[in-house]
């Protein structure tokens, strides 16, 4: 069992930043990829960005292509989204994942747990 608690979540202006933290419980972290997600009112959960469980390979979304990095603290159990050039279309909510994924990081189906969530607001 994983438990996973975002934190970092704000209100910012436009072509601020932010960086999203998540914790995870547990000292098998290192085993599972990590993923974040992002929820806007009305709309549907999508993907961000995933990192690889010995952080060696990321991934994004085209969305967030150059302006987000995920990284990753085995030793803190944590995983961090720094969100830079924020534009008002970033606003959702923005979640954590685990799971043992493979090359499949986009999917959610694929995450096993979930944090419950952090609201990030960008103004214009």
């Known amino acids: 069992q994983v438990q996973l608690v975002e934190s970092g979540g704000g209100l910012v202006q436009a072509g601020g930043s932010l960086r999203l933290s998540c914790a995870a419980s547990?000292?098998?972290?290192?085993?599972?990829?990590m993923g974040w997600f992002r929820q806007a009112p009305g709309k549907e959960r999508e993907f961000v960005g995933a990192i690889s469980r010995s952080g060696d390979s990321t991934d994004y979304a085209d969305t967030v292509k150059g302006r987000f990095a995920i990284s990753r603290d085995n030793a803190k159990n944590t995983v961090y989204l720094q969100m830079n050039s924020l534009k008002p279309e970033d606003t959702a909510v923005y979640y954590c994942?685990?799971?043992?994924?493979?090359?499949?990081?986009?999917?959610?189906?694929?995450?096993?747990?979930w944090g419950e969530g952090t609201q990030v607001t960008v103004s214009s």
């Open positions: 994942a685990a799971g043992f994924v493979g090359r499949a990081w986009s999917s959610s189906y694929e995450y096993s747990y």
């Open positions: 547990g000292r098998i972290f290192i085993s599972y990829d």
